[in-house]
């Protein structure tokens, strides 16, 4: 029986349908549907949603652990980078085909409202109600976060196309 292999996960599919059982199939030479079941398990290992949310969880990871170890500013504004490099990956986990530069600038649009919604009283309510919501939206404002975001949006930029460019997609 031949199964097909179609990604399904929202990005554009590069090679179309393949094969991946060779029991029953006819047309298909045995060497040629080999390789191409090496390469469905492959890409189905390292999806564009699943390098998203490898990505993203390890940036939080890399946040948290700058904001702890690193003194002072400098660990604060590489975590506030990290925050909207980490946006990007969420940004392209919903979004898998965006373009990076479609990607970054999401992300910093987002990471701008968020710091621009600190003027407000309401992030400082919502993390007075629970922590979680101070490590999401803060507590004041920063306008040098604002640059500290251009630069996590940037650094977002060029991982995201670096892996673009690795998986063969057109930016």
Excluded at 26 to 47: C, H, P, S
Excluded at 94 to 117: D, N
Excluded at 124 to 133: G, I, P, T, V
């Amino acid at each position: 029986m031949c199964v097909p292999y179609h990604r399904g996960d929202g990005a554009k599919p590069r090679d179309g349908v393949t094969s991946h059982s060779t029991e029953n199939c006819t047309g298909f030479d045995n060497a040629r549907t080999t390789n191409d079941a090496r390469i469905v398990v492959n890409r189905l290992a390292m999806t564009p949603r699943t390098t998203s949310l490898a990505s993203f969880l390890s940036t939080v990871a890399v946040g948290w652990t700058a904001r702890v170890l690193l003194p002072g500013a400098i660990g604060k504004y590489v975590g506030v980078a990290l925050w909207t490099t980490a946006l990007c990956w969420l940004v392209s986990l919903v979004w898998p085909a965006w373009s990076s530069r479609r990607v970054a600038a999401a992300a910093l649009v987002g990471s701008w409202a968020v710091e621009l919604l600190q003027l407000s009283p309401i992030p400082l309510a919502l993390a007075d109600y629970h922590s979680a919501f101070a490590l999401i939206f803060g507590r004041y404002f920063g306008a040098w976060d604002l640059l500290g975001y251009a630069l996590g949006a940037l650094w977002g930029f060029a991982w995201h196309f670096a892996m673009a460019l690795r998986n063969g997609a057109s930016q």
